[in-house]
């Protein structure tokens, strides 16, 4: 920042410095925000009325079946992820051997 002279202070702002002092302010301004914020945050974890989030069990495909949504699943030992692109040679193959195919 360049030190002004009493007479340049005294001088009307450009519309570029009148944008940029603004934006200043406005910075410091979220600053204090996210600075009393933060300290809200640190007085909730000292008092104890802060507790980390129960984590959610991923779903389980108990029974089998399509997956409908991709995301993240627990399998178990012995179980098979058969990737949809071959679902229909391990059907044909199902078929052949008399036995109830993967689709619906």
């Known amino acids: 920042m360049n030190p002004q002279t009493p007479r340049q202070l005294a001088e009307p702002l450009s519309t570029d410095q009148q944008k940029e002092f603004k934006q200043q302010r406005e910075r410091k301004e979220q600053i204090a925000r996210l600075r009393a914020a933060n300290d809200r945050f640190q007085n909730a974890i000292a008092a104890g009325g802060v507790s980390?989030?129960?984590?959610?069990?991923p779903p389980q495909m108990k029974t089998g079946g399509i997956i409908k949504k991709t995301g993240v699943y627990t399998l178990h030992k012995g179980e098979v992820v058969v990737p949809a692109t071959r679902v229909k040679s391990v059907d044909m193959a199902l078929k052949k051997d008399k036995k109830k195919p993967l689709k619906k």
């Open 52 to 57: 980390q989030p129960k984590r959610r069990q």
